[in-house]
Every structure is written in C-alpha cells, then in structure tokens.
C-alpha cells in the first residue's frame, strides 16, 4: 500500500510541477478540443484573471509559484513516506499542505482535464485529514 500511495504522491506531484512550468512562461493558453468547446476557458487558464480581466503577466509568477509549491510539498511527502531525504514523520503533513495548495490551485484553474488532479488531492486530504 505504501508503494501505491507513494507512486501517487510522486506523480500527482511532478504533474503539479509540470504544470508550474508551464506558468512561469506564459503563453497562449492551449485551445479546447471541439468536444469541450462549451468551456468557458481554455486549458492553462485561469477563470479567476479571465473573468476580472486581470493582467496575466502580473499572476502568472504568482499563480506558478503556487503551482511549484504544492508540486514540491507532494514529492517532498513521497520521499518521506520512504525516509529519503526528510524524516518519515512529517510526510502526512507535508502532503496535507502539498494537496491543499494543489487543490486551490486546481480550481483557481478550473478545467474539466483537471478532474483526476482535483480528485486525487481531495482524496488525499480527506483521507488524511480524516485518519
């Protein structure tokens, strides 16, 4: 089971990552395939700078740095879960604070492509938080 949790926390947390990449250089967000034209936003957009016509170039290092930071705490707690790096005790805290940031993140951003992301850290946290 701890394999399992820890495949997940680690790729849950590059994906996360990956993402923040992406925003730290914005660019054109990534049309919707035609089967998805009924969203109102396209995939690497925020529904949050678009509704409120905020300047893009003034979130997007902030909006990265969430990103990178929820990313980073998920992989941090897949390597404590195995003691590599940081002690095994604090993984259940790094990865609550991991998959709260990415929750955030994930509806600030709010696609219907995020749906595993948005389940994956609802169900971490509600799992945790819970146990």
């Known amino acids: 089971m701890n394999t399992i949790l820890f495949a997940t926390l680690i790729v849950h947390g590059l994906i996360?990552?990956?993402i923040a990449l992406g925003s730290f250089r914005p660019g054109e967000p990534i049309p919707n395939p035609s089967w998805l034209g009924w969203w109102p936003t396209n995939l690497g957009?925020?529904?949050l700078v678009s509704d409120l016509r905020l300047p893009d170039t003034l979130f997007s290092p902030?909006?990265?740095l969430g990103w990178l930071a929820g990313g980073l705490l998920l992989i941090a707690s897949g390597l404590a879960l195995f003691d590599i790096?940081?002690?095994q005790e604090l993984w259940r805290q790094l990865a609550i604070l991991g998959s709260a940031i990415s929750l955030v993140m994930l509806v600030l951003y709010l696609h219907p492509l995020y749906v595993l992301g948005i389940t994956l850290s609802a169900g971490i946290l509600i799992a945790l938080l819970t146990a």
């Open 62 to 64: 902030l909006f990265a």
């Open 16 to 18: 996360t990552t990956a």
């Open 85 to 87: 790096l940081l002690p």
């Open 45 to 47: 957009e925020s529904w």
